[in-house]
């Protein structure tokens, strides 16, 4: 029930094209789902991140689908870049307390954008 | 507004070893988590300091500890260290009791078990 799936394991995408990356979870006490962007070497960034009480949110050519029904969210990158080549990390957490607790990470996601 | 830091980049040990690793938090923020990541693998969780104390423990035996200090940074130890223990150690931190909680990390602590 921990466990945040994430699908697919690597992605190849052409300079100005819609990379979307796919998540699903079991645990419905999670209220908290962000997307982290990792470059090799590099600690994981905090690219966007959700809450149930909404379905879409959008930062720049960033969004975040949220379907709570299906228990799944995706996060889709538009006009995709080859600087946005890098593996790409789900997670969730359940909040508790005013803070995040223990982030469960997907498997990541290697996207290559071709130029 | 200096972000999260840690320390060593990179450390090499030796099997039954003990290791040291550092973390000063973003500026304002109180609360580090510790998470290991495995080559080609997402970061694990290994515990949450608060207020100086452990608020959460992910999955690992006793041989990993921690410790946070009142100016918030934070400590984790490895005791007995093991092959398997070569991962990339990563800190984040965070605000409790803020509309935005979100965890921030680190560059990580590449650490080499031989």
């Known amino acids: 029930q921990q466990q945040v799936k994430q699908s697919p394991q690597s992605l190849i995408v052409q300079k100005g094209g819609i990379s979307i990356i796919n998540c699903a979870y079991e645990?419905?006490?999670?209220?908290?789902f962000p997307w982290y962007q990792q470059f090799p070497g590099k600690g994981p960034a905090l690219l966007i991140a959700?809450?149930?009480?909404?379905s879409e949110k959008k930062e720049g050519r960033f969004t975040i689908s949220f379907n709570k029904s299906a228990k799944q969210f995706s996060l889709h990158i538009m006009d995709s870049q080859p600087g946005d080549s890098a593996t790409y990390f789900c997670a969730a957490s359940k909040t508790s307390g005013g803070a995040t607790n223990k982030l469960i990470f997907g498997t990541g996601t290697l996207l290559a954008v071709q130029p | 507004d200096a972000g999260v830091t840690q320390s060593p980049t990179h450390l090499i040990k030796t099997r039954g070893q003990q290791v040291t690793l550092r973390c000063s938090p973003k500026?304002?923020?109180?609360?580090v988590s510790w998470y290991q990541q495995a080559l080609g693998q997402g970061p694990q969780f290994i515990f949450q300091?608060?207020?100086?104390?452990?608020?959460q423990r992910g999955n690992f035996p006793d041989r990993f500890s921690g410790h946070q200090f009142p100016n918030y940074s934070s400590e984790l130890n490895v005791n007995a260290l093991l092959l398997g223990d070569s991962a990339l150690y990563l800190c984040a931190s965070s605000l409790v009791g803020r509309t935005d909680s979100s965890q921030y990390f680190g560059a990580g602590t590449r650490l080499s078990v031989l």
């Open positions: 500026s304002g923020h109180d609360t």
């Open positions: 300091y608060y207020e100086e104390e452990e608020r």
């Open positions: 645990n419905t006490a999670f209220d908290y």
């Open positions: 959700i809450r149930p009480d909404v």
